[in-house]
């Protein structure tokens, strides 16, 4: 065999594999498209608003907080669908409630995801 000949089971190991490619809708974000996301996805975002202000305890919290706490809120406000106002509107409630020490044994913001979660409609 020369160098220029193809040799048939080389030709078959360098056949193309076919990919299907499934687009994901944007907005379905971490599951909400489903009961179980829409169910516990106000309350998740609440949860993950507490453990940065649990992270942020003491006089790291008057630091730290704001820096933390504004920039996931901004994310989870858009996640949610938020408009541009309202998204900032929650960063700042967010960074605010991470700066302020006295909230971190109290999980409110996951109060407040549960409550929103029991006041949307079906």
Partial sequence: MTKHE?????EQREEAIEVD????DPDDFGGQGTNLGRALGPVLA???????DFAT????????????????GWY???????GRRQS???ALA?????TIPVTSPIPVAM????WARARQKR
């Fill in 57 to 72: 305890f003491g006089a790291i919290g008057l630091y730290l907080g704001f820096l933390m706490g504004a920039p996931a």
């Fill in 21 to 24: 490619v499934e687009r994901l």
């Fill in 46 to 52: 609440g949860f993950i608003i507490d453990v940065i």
């Fill in 6 to 10: 193809i040799d048939p089971e080389q």
């Fill in 94 to 98: 967010c960074g605010a409630y991470c």
């Fill in 111 to 114: 109060l407040l995801g549960v």
């Fill in 76 to 82: 989870l406000a858009r996640a949610f669908g938020l």
């Fill in 88 to 90: 900032l509107y929650a």
